[in-house]
């Protein structure tokens, strides 16, 4: 079983719409919690991290984690054509040497205009 | 962008040729890595540098070496390439966070 888990989609959707990307985890130590964007044939570009559970905002981009069900999530609103990408969640044990990210495989996501 | 090239971009060789790709960052950053992307898997990491001349294993480090002699230049070697190692081969950068920054990326095929 891979410690995290994620959806591979592909996940389609109209312009404007809610998007919720979601990950689960079976490592209780992950502590830092991160979520990438890449955009095809270019590197995993960081779009939010968080270190406790709770929500926080950035934009149209809301990351939440809920660490008692090992769950976590990235809302995108009022998404956009721009928005279609591959999202990769990341989490670590915060402290250890090298800080190793564990990934998820990433969700592809394509915004239809 | 985190101040991140690597080289080659791209690279096409032959089994059991060796094969080096490097890192080179601007910004002075202790902590490097290299991790490879396929398809099914995501992410995964090779080896990494926490300093000059330290390094260590990641999950995926058989059949590739890597060196670091200066902070800013990180080098992943295949001694003797082979079709598995076909992917696309991207350096990193620790911040002073939890948080890594990638590189372009290589993309790598072995015949």
């Known amino acids: 079983q891979k410690e995290v888990e994620q959806d591979p989609g592909p996940l389609s959707v109209p312009e404007g719409a809610i998007v919720s990307l979601n990950c689960t985890y079976s490592n209780s130590a992950f502590q830092y919690f991160m979520w990438y964007r890449q955009y095809s044939r270019k590197g995993p570009e960081l779009l939010m991290y968080t270190y406790s559970s709770g929500n926080k905002e950035d934009g149209r981009f809301t990351a939440q984690v809920d660490k008692s069900s090992k769950y976590i999530s990235l809302f995108i609103r009022d998404s956009q054509p721009s928005d279609s990408a591959t999202y990769l969640c990341?989490?670590?044990?915060?402290?250890?040497?090298?800080?190793?990210?564990?990934f998820g495989e990433g969700t592809q996501l394509t915004v239809n205009p | 962008d985190a101040g991140i090239t690597q080289s080659p971009r791209h690279k096409v060789t032959e089994t059991g040729t060796p094969v080096t790709l490097r890192c080179h960052q601007t910004?002075?950053?202790?902590?490097m890595y290299w991790y490879r992307q396929d398809p099914g898997h995501g992410l995964r990491l090779i080896h990494y540098?926490?300093?000059?001349?330290?390094?260590d294993k990641g999950e995926v480090s058989d059949g590739y070496s890597v060196s670091r002699s200066k902070t800013e230049d990180f080098l992943l070697t295949l001694e003797s390439a082979t079709s598995s190692q076909t992917s696309v081969y991207f350096c990193?950068?620790?911040?002073?966070?939890?948080?890594?920054?990638f590189g372009p990326g290589t993309r790598l095929l072995v015949l």
């Open positions: 990341a989490m670590s044990v915060r402290g250890t040497s090298g800080s190793r990210l564990t």
């Open positions: 540098s926490y300093g000059v001349k330290d390094t």
């Open positions: 990193a950068i620790r911040d002073t966070e939890e948080t890594q920054y």
């Open positions: 910004e002075n950053h202790r902590y």
